[in-house]
């Protein structure tokens, strides 16, 4: 358990006012806000980290307790689950039924990663105007190993790269009766693979 800074956070300008950089992503064309906008200070580290969910010490592990009406797809070992509302074509999470983080995914599971990856793309991009499919990575508050896939919708330039989830944000919410459409749809699609279609 870390309890002292690395040298990496001891060289960083806690508590200093930081510009934007005009080079970086505020100059990008993708980035979603203009005007006076203000980079918040860097605060002191927390050392140790407070645990994840699903960490010993932490909460319950949401992925573990829920059943599989929780989820749009499923088969022995992969769930994928579908977020309430979203304001983009689509975003859908890929868990393993097991507790399991990406370090200790057993060989196995981590090895149908890849064909579970192209399965849950060609089922976004079935769905028609999806010009892109993301996926990502993000463990910050879980335990449980998540993958996050988003849809780009076809045309829409400004809406690339690592700015689509801050645009989800921002937009309006696709009406409930389409995004149920939306999620039955990429259910089937995973379900003509294996496993099962659950909307």
Known sequence: MTTEPSDYVKSLPIGQQIPFDADGIPGWEIFPF???????????????????????????????????????????HWRLRSVSSASIPALVMLEPRGHYDIGDLPEDRAAELGMLF???????????????????????????????????????????????????????????????QINRQIAQGMAEGGGVALV
């Open 118 to 180: 192209q399965r849950v793309e060609r089922a976004i991009l079935a769905l028609g105007g999806i010009a892109r499919v993301h996926m990502m990575r993000i463990g910050d508050g879980s335990l449980h190993l998540h993958w996050w896939f988003a849809g780009r919708p076809e045309g829409m330039l400004q809406l690339r790269g690592s700015c689509l989830l801050i645009w989800e944000d921002l937009l309006p919410k696709i009406d409930a009766e389409v995004w149920a």
């Open 34 to 76: 203009e005007g006076e906008l203000k980079v918040k200070l860097l605060e002191e580290p927390v050392l140790p980290e407070p645990p994840r969910e699903g960490e010993p010490g932490g909460q319950e592990c949401r992925a573990c307790a829920a059943a599989d009406d929780a989820y749009i797809w499923a088969d022995e």
